[in-house]
């Protein structure tokens, strides 16, 4: 089915289960058609396994590889009263990482002898030369890395020829060669066999503190599972992979001590309370587009720390000041934020590029802000349906945001061009890399040519819609299973519909910038109320098309008590 909004997206509708085992669910849980429809296309016959996760899903902290060392070096260091250099990556994952080890390892130490860093854009992801210099001067004995580390084989070497120690808590894919650490503690390193492998840099910090409360005899921090699941939403982790739904259950257990105000971080429920979050019906998409970019903010716009700060802080005034310099942050986020997209498709006009045939955008600018490409590539992707390469040319370097589609690994796209580059890393889905400027004409080529071959164009990686509905269907009941199969992140996507015959009313621009369409969709003589979100500018499509099939999300409307469409795309009937 071809998008009437989107040029040369398409959907195609999941083949449906069979009959007997949707029946065999239905006549297991009191559920209609389309709810049993999507537990048996998710879980097969093990479609139990996807209902109500929570932590009897956790798994031992014992099972990681490094965990024995690691702790082991800790109680060390709190015998001696040792001093110990945090450093945390600054996107969230790393904050709220930091922020759990710091918590955890606070009283367990003398005052003033924990230092947290967190790094900058500037400073690049990882450690750098000056926090190694720093450690060394400041004469501190042990370093723990939050969500970096892995790639610092040079830093930590150096490190350890001071005679300085290193934990690194980790998951990004390892080096052929592994640093110098004293343990080290990451999903993705050779031999390990810890059941999860999808742990965010947060999840894995958090499994070292349990490692060291439990062999120290005292109650794992469980209040910290606020933090850890907002660190696990924002870094995009899978939340289930088959049966294994540890990550899914990290965040649904996250998301009930923030609905019962029980958990670690005052400052995270008071920014939620300035956004006015309702915490009682918080979702993982809500902590998603509402929270986690109030934090990125200060990575992108302003000092990382702050953000930092606001997690650890115990103070509610100092919280609610930490909050207005974060949503400070966050405007002019939003201004730069919106200036770098401008330019970016004036460039692709200019360039007479067409990203559907190419498969690929690729865009340099000369001192783009680096703390916007991320955001500005996702902006691409969502709106070209193909991976987006957004670069910042320097003055002899030049540094990436990388954002990719299903079935488009990033992290092997760069490794197959990594002969040209400074240095790279990430995720498959998110990556980065930095290049120096008189290769960047031969890069650009060769990941035009690598999206050829790969065959991107967008008609060869149609999206899915879960099931098929109508108006009847769309009640309250059904809102309230899918309730039951949430957190939803990647590995357990918001389930996607589909209505046919459709048309629309009652249109209305709202938002503060007047960005999203609210109406009415018009079928079979009943009128759901819906919500488009950032497609104001297509109300035309809207009011000019009839009997047309509408893709969407069910959502729920608090102000009016009801069920809405969330719609995503409109579709040939």
Known sequence: MKSLIHPGKEWKLSACPSDSLIHEIQEAIPCKRPFAVLLAQRGAHKWEALMNPCSRDFHCSSLMLGVEKAVSRLIQAIGKKEKIFIHGDFDVDGLSGAAVLY?????????????????????????SVGFVRRVISELFSLVLTV??????????????????DTII???????????????????????????????????????LICGLYKQLGREVPYSFLDLVGLGTIA????????????NRAIVREALSLLASGT?????????????????????????????????NAANRAGDPKVAFLLLCTGKEERARYLTEIL???????????????AQAEEKIAAEGTDPAKDGIVVLTGKYWNEGILGLAASRLVDRYHVPAVVISRGDRMSRASCRSIEGFDMVECLEAHSDLLIRYGGHKMAAGFSVSNDLLPILRKRLLLYATEKNLAPSSTANSIDVELVPDGIDIQLYTDLRSLAPYGQGNPLPIFLLRGCS?????????????????VVCDGSRVPFIAFRMSRHINAFENTCNVAVVFRVGFDSWHKQVQLEVIDLVEN
């Open 103 to 127: 918590k955890g390892l606070l009283p367990l130490f003398p005052q003033r002898t924990i230092k947290v860093e967190v790094g900058t854009r500037e400073q690049g992801h990882g450690l």
């Open 147 to 164: 969500d970096c580390g892995i790639s610092n084989g040079k830093e930590i070497s150096e490190l350890r020829d001071a005679g300085i």
């Open 169 to 207: 808590t980790d998951h990004h894919l390892s080096s052929r060669q592994l640093p110098p650490a004293v343990a080290i503690l990451d999903p993705h390193q050779a031999g390990e066999t810890y059941p999860n492998c999808d742990l965010a840099g947060v999840g894995v910090a958090y499994k």
């Open 235 to 246: 870094d995009l982790v899978p939340l289930a992979r088959g049966s294994e739904v540890e």
């Open 263 to 295: 958990g670690s971080s005052l400052g995270l429920r008071v920014l939620m309370d300035r956004m006015s979050v309702n915490v009682t019906r918080v979702t993982a998409r809500d902590i998603a587009y509402i929270v986690v970019p109030k934090l």
């Open 327 to 341: 949503l400070d942050y966050n405007r002019d986020r939003e201004i730069a934020q919106d200036d770098l997209l």
């Open 504 to 520: 629309f009313d009652g249109f209305s621009l709202v938002g503060a910038r007047k960005q999203h369409l609210k109406g009415r």
